[in-house]
């Protein structure tokens, strides 16, 4: 007998706090292993994507939606020349193929000297995209995730990766409680069994008058039939990892560039969406200021984006 899940087996799909408790972990080490694996394979759909990609281009486009600033490394490297580079390289018309879309909304953008010397924390940190981002910028940063290949991806640029499972920071990580000026966690408590539980965990890590950016899905698209059957099929009719991996094929048919999106929807057994209320409660009683929504203004979005201070007088 699989596991309950919530989506397939409750309707449940927008995360209610009372929910909490209810249900069991999964294996998340091996989730979205296969996607960082097939990343590091060089498997086309897999790389030379927003998603994944941690090369100086795909990393000037995470910096502008950031920053606003555009072009940083390329302009570290080349100076004046960097327009030039641009247009002999291709470059610019690459650019404006990747398409990155919504999270240009984000605002306000943060300062280009914000993470300059900061100690930050990614959770979940995947392949390390917003790990190479944060580096670029001037942080020294941590890297924690369970994938074995998310770490071994992360390790190429970050000597400070760590195996760490994120339940387990409140109880057995008191040396990462209060620790950080800035707790980055990018799509991940909306995958667990339980993102409250993940919320307070991720939280710990921030200092009285730290940072806390954390992005889940929105009660929109995730939420549609459409993902829902899919998923429901992959996780419920499919066995092997063959017949998953042609099911994603499949779906992504002449997208096949874009195949790593419809595994990273398939794949996780939770994907819950978060209402603003619940993000909104779940910031308060983790003792921060009232959050700023980042991509407010963005049409139709599938994702909160969303940034908080840890009040001064809260506890670590
Ligand atoms: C959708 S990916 C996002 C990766 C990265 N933050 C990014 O934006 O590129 C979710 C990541 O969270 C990790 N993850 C899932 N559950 C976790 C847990 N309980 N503890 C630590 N990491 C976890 C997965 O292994 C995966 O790499």
């Not at 580096?135 to 995730?145: E, P, Q, R």
């Amino acid at each position: 007998m699989p596991p309950v899940n919530p989506h397939f087996d409750h309707d449940r799909v927008v995360w209610r706090d009372e929910y909490s408790g209810q249900y069991e972990p999964v294996a998340y080490d091996a989730q979205f292993d296969g996607q960082w694996k097939l990343f590091l394979d060089g498997q086309q759909g897999f790389v030379r994507h927003t998603g994944v990609e941690t090369s100086d281009e795909y990393i000037d486009d995470r910096i502008e939606e950031l920053t606003g600033v555009a072009d940083y490394l390329l302009r570290r490297r080349y100076g004046m020349l960097a327009e030039a580079v641009k247009r002999v390289t291709g470059r610019a018309a690459r650019a404006q193929r990747r398409g990155i879309g919504g999270r240009l909304h984000l605002a306000p953008k943060f300062p280009i000297d914000h993470f300059q010397g900061k100690r930050c924390l990614d959770i979940g940190c995947g392949a390390g995209r917003w790990t190479r981002t944060l580096l670029a910028l001037g942080a020294s940063v941590k890297s924690v995730d369970v994938s074995e290949h998310g770490l071994k991806s992360t390790r190429r640029f970050n000597s400070d990766v760590e195996r760490l499972d994120l339940f387990e920071i409140a109880e057995r990580r008191p040396d990462l409680h209060g620790a950080f000026d800035f707790t980055l966690c990018w799509g991940v408590v909306m995958c667990t069994h339980d993102p409250l539980v993940a919320f307070r965990n991720v939280a710990r890590t921030v200092k009285p008058g730290g940072e806390l950016y954390v992005m889940v899905y929105a009660p929109t698209y995730h939420a549609s039939e459409f993902v829902l059957s899919s998923r429901r099929h992959y996780h419920r009719a499919l066995a092997t990892p063959e017949q998953r991996f042609t099911y994603v094929l499949e779906l992504a048919g002449e997208d096949r560039d874009n195949a790593i999106n419809y595994m990273d929807m398939l794949n996780t057994f939770y994907n819950w969406t978060i209402d603003e209320a619940t993000l909104n409660g779940w910031y308060a009683m983790c003792g921060f200021e009232p959050p700023v929504f980042l991509n407010a203004a963005e049409p139709h979005k599938g994702a909160h984006h969303v940034l908080g201070r840890k009040r001064a007088d809260a506890r670590g």
